[in-house]
């Protein structure tokens, strides 16, 4: 079994800045990459971006594309997001995802709440 614990979310003021964070526990895994997904309300969950464990290589969603940056730590078996120039429409559940390259099996945090206020 692998945990991911997101930590990080918040109430921020449009034009902030948050900074999110997933630590994967529980047991040793071989992850392909790592990304985050977000979920507003009355809304289907959507990609926001992810990153390759082993080269780094990133991948982001048109609307935070210039404002978010994904980076990893390897060693701590973290993957970070940092939020730049948030707005309103930010505002949604955050979810940590890991793919490992067996069987490219799944795991899924269980969400930290990011609040944009006007």
């Known amino acids: 079994q692998v945990q991911l614990a997101e930590s990080g979310g918040g109430l921020v003021q449009a034009g902030g800045s948050l900074r999110l964070a997933c630590a994967a526990s529980?047991?040793?895994?071989?992850?392909?990459?790592m990304g985050w997904f977000r979920q507003a309300p009355g809304k289907e969950r959507e990609f926001v971006a992810s990153i390759n464990w082993s080269g780094g290589s990133t991948d982001y969603a048109d609307s935070v594309k210039g404002r978010f940056t994904i980076s990893r730590d390897r060693a701590k078996n973290t993957v970070y997001l940092q939020m730049n120039s948030l707005k309103p429409e930010d505002t949604a559940v955050y979810y940590c995802n890991a793919v490992q390259w067996f069987q490219n099996a799944q795991s899924w945090g269980q969400g930290t709440q990011v609040t944009v206020s006007s």
């Open positions: 529980g047991r040793a895994f071989s992850a392909r990459a």
